[in-house]
């Protein structure tokens, strides 16, 4: 039996190679893309994802969700993607289209169709997801869980405190983790394990297919900018963490923690705030993912990659 899921993505680069893995692997249902504002604004967020599925013949429809975060004023991360949000490759003009429904109206309407079915994979900022939720809470019947690229319990990346995906929308954050629905946090801590060596990049490189050299040519782009804002030897696919921990729970090691999302406007606005010590007597609703098989999850996704 398929694994039902929504992708809810801000392509941006590892955004959009979880795309390729979501939509490709035999285990999952991919019911539809959804996509938020976050490492460009929404037009070129969306853009870029029209430009992949065109690009890698993927037949999903995508559905463009929220331009701002609930709140606070939107920002983007152009100084790691880029301007278009996917800077690298060139894109042909893409022959696909967004749907007219809007991506909140179709969480919801899709997650009324099941009983705790439906994987949400979010893998931006959580505007989307919060919205879906407060607009009709009836959703939660059908969904299964939330598994998420987003947060840390250690150092964040767009503040000292706070990684990007919950800074951008902290609020939307508050309302997924206050959920009640089982959340797994995807964060920085174990998405740092992905770096994409030059050795992994050689083996997709010898896929020698159009979709290989599309994933190249974006990570040539994105280990630039990580060397030059972080200072890092190879740059990480978060996102494609969060998918593949769906596919196969295996890959991951996780805790579960009480989790609280800081909505104080202040050096940690936007931190996932991790009890590893239970001091604060909260009930534990986060599963925090800890340890990545690095092995096998390259394994899964250069597998999946010459599917295409
Ligand atoms: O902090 C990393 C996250 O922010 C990733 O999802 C990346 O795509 C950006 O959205
Ligand atoms: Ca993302």
């Keep these: 039996m398929k694994t039902k899921i929504i992708l809810d993505v801000d392509p941006g680069h590892d955004d959009a190679v979880a795309i390729l893995l979501a939509a490709k692997h035999e285990s999952l249902d991919l019911r539809g893309i959804t996509v938020v504002a976050g490492n460009q604004v929404l037009e070129k967020t969306v853009q870029n994802t029209l430009n992949m599925c065109s690009m890698a013949e993927i037949d999903v429809p995508v559905y463009a969700g929220q331009a701002s975060p609930l709140f606070r004023d939107q920002e983007v991360a152009a100084n790691i993607h880029g301007e278009s949000g996917l800077d690298g490759p060139q894109f042909p003009e893409s022959t696909k289209q967004v749907e007219a429904q809007g991506a909140v109206d179709f969480i919801i309407e899709e997650c009324l169709k099941y009983d705790k079915e439906l994987v949400l994979i979010p893998t931006g900022p959580l505007t989307n997801i919060a919205l879906a939720l407060i607009k009709e809470p009836r959703i939660k019947k059908g969904i299964k869980e939330i598994v998420l690229m987003g947060g840390a319990y250690g150092l964040g990346n767009h503040t000292p405190s706070a990684e990007f995906n919950i800074y951008v929308d902290p609020e939307a954050a508050h309302v997924v983790f206050e959920s009640g629905l089982p959340v797994t946090m995807v964060g920085l801590d174990l998405t740092h394990q992905a770096k994409a060596y030059p050795h992994v990049v050689e083996r997709i490189k010898q896929i020698n297919s159009p979709v290989a050299k599309v994933v190249v040519e974006l990570l040539e782009f994105f280990g630039f900018t990580y060397e030059r804002v972080f200072?890092?030897?190879?740059?990480?696919?978060?996102?494609?963490?969060?998918?593949?921990?769906?596919?196969?729970?295996?890959?991951?090691?996780?805790?579960?923690?009480?989790?609280?999302?800081?909505?104080?406007?202040?050096?940690?606005?936007?931190?996932?705030?991790?009890?590893?010590?239970?001091?604060?007597?909260?009930?534990?609703?986060?599963?925090?993912?800890?340890?990545?098989?690095?092995?096998?999850f390259w394994d899964l996704l250069i597998e999946t990659l010459q599917k295409y």
């Design 231 to 296: 200072g890092f030897e190879a740059p990480p696919l978060h996102d494609v963490c969060a998918v593949a921990y769906v596919i196969d729970r295996s890959l991951i090691k996780t805790r579960k923690l009480p989790v609280v999302i800081d909505t104080n406007k202040g050096p940690c606005y936007g931190r996932t705030v991790c009890d590893f010590y239970g001091v604060t007597g909260k009930p534990a609703n986060v599963d925090v993912a800890l340890e990545l098989d690095q092995d096998r």
